[in-house]
């Protein structure tokens, strides 16, 4: 196996975890809907949510599934050019 190869699994593997991690770290979405009935949606930080952690974490999780992506794809490619 070359150097690099083995450097890109490395790099997977971190990418899975962390994904992992991100992905248990969020709230549920179900938890939303009794705060939009009562209109907490048009509060401060439903309008801010872009900015809060949770829009952070949201904007990490998109991040980190289009590596995982990628990097599934480029390591397919090289298992199976060998």
């Not at 450097?7 to 971190?14: A, D, H, N, S, W």
């Not at 907490?40 to 809060?52: C, I, L, V």
Request: charged share 10%; aromatic share 8%; with cysteine.
């Amino acid at each position: 196996m070359s150097g690099l190869f083995v450097v890109t699994k490395i790099i997977y593997i971190c990418v899975c975890v962390a994904l992992t991690a991100i992905v248990l770290m969020q709230e549920g979405k179900n938890a939303g809907l009794s705060g939009s009935i009562s209109g907490a949606a048009e509060t401060y930080w439903g309008k801010n949510k872009g900015r809060s952690m949770e829009g952070t974490l949201v904007l990490l999780t998109r991040i980190l599934a289009v590596a995982f992506i990628v990097l599934s794809i480029l390591l397919n490619m090289t298992f199976w050019t060998k």
